[in-house]
C-alpha cells in the first residue's frame, strides 16, 4: 500500500523557519516525481515544488522561491521541504504528493501537516 | 498559466447531473486533471489527461475538453459526491497551478 506520512508542523513567528518531512512506503520511492502542495485555511490549492527521481531537476512556485527548498533522500524514501522567511501567508496545510505515470499528475497524497505562522 | 473554474459553488440534490468548467489561459494540450476534496481529508485524483479516468473512480464522473476549455461531469449525483472539485493543469512542470475550486453542496 502507498503511503506518504508528513511531519514537522506546528507554529513559527514570522521570519523564523520549519523543516517538513514526508517519509513513504509501499512504492519505488526513487522513481517517481514528487511535490509539496499546500492549501492555506478555507482556500484552495496551491503547488509549491517539486523534483526529479534524481534531484537534477528541482522547481518552485514564485510565492516560495528563494525562501524554501525542497530535498529528497531516495535512500530513506524521505522528502523534506525546509521553509525560510516564513510569512503569515505561508499558513497552510502542507501536502506530500507523489507523481504518478502521467506526469505532474498527484495520485498519492498524504494526509498534511498544518503550519500557522503567527506572532 | 491560470484555470478558471465555474461556478464556485452549486447546489444540487442526488440524481442530478452536474457539469463543471475549467477554462485555461492558454492551450495545454489536454493536460488537465481534476480532483476530489472532502472536508479534513487530502484530494483525491478523479481524471487525469483531460478524461481518463483514474483507477477506482466511479464511471459517473467523466471529463471532455481540448485547448482552453475543459468540463468535468457528474451524471448522477450520489451523497458521497457532495465535496469540492479542482481543476489542475499539468503541462507546466516548472509552474503547475490549480484551478479555484467548485463546492457541490447539497
Known amino acids: 500500500e502507498v503511503q506518504l506520512v508528513e511531519s514537522g508542523g506546528g507554529l513559527v513567528q514570522p521570519g523564523g523557519s520549519l523543516r517538513l518531512s514526508c517519509a513513504t512506503s509501499g512504492f519505488t520511492f526513487s522513481d517517481y516525481w514528487v511535490n509539496w502542495v499546500r492549501q492555506a485555511p478555507g482556500r484552495g490549492l496551491e503547488w509549491v515544488a517539486n523534483m526529479k527521481p534524481d534531484a537534477s531537476e528541482i522547481n518552485y512556485s514564485d510565492s516560495v522561491r528563494g525562501r524554501f527548498t525542497i530535498s529528497r533522500d531516495n535512500a530513506k524514501k524521505s522528502l523534506s521541504l525546509q521553509m525560510n522567511s516564513l510569512r503569515a501567508e505561508d499558513s497552510a496545510v502542507y501536502y506530500c504528493a507523489r507523481d504518478g505515470f502521467t506526469t505532474n499528475t498527484f495520485d498519492y497524497w498524504g494526509r498534511g501537516t498544518p503550519v500557522t505562522v503567527s506572532s | 498559466i491560470q484555470l478558471t473554474q465555474s461556478p464556485s459553488s452549486l447546489s444540487a440534490s442526488v440524481g442530478d447531473r452536474v457539469t463543471i468548467t475549467c477554462r485555461t489561459s492558454?492551450?495545454?494540450?489536454?493536460?488537465l486533471n481534476w480532483y476530489q476534496q472532502k472536508p479534513g481529508k487530502p484530494p483525491k485524483l478523479l481524471i487525469y489527461?483531460?478524461?481518463t479516468l483514474q483507477s477506482g473512480v466511479p464511471s459517473r464522473f467523466s471529463g471532455v475538453g481540448s485547448g482552453t476549455d475543459f468540463s468535468l461531469t457528474i451524471s448522477s449525483l450520489q451523497p458521497e459526491d457532495f465535496a469540492t472539485y479542482y481543476c489542475q493543469q499539468s503541462y507546466v512542470t516548472s509552474q503547475l497551478t490549480f484551478g479555484g475550486g467548485t463546492k457541490v453542496e447539497i
Open positions: 492558454q492551450t495545454i494540450n489536454g493536460y
Open positions: 489527461g483531460g478524461s
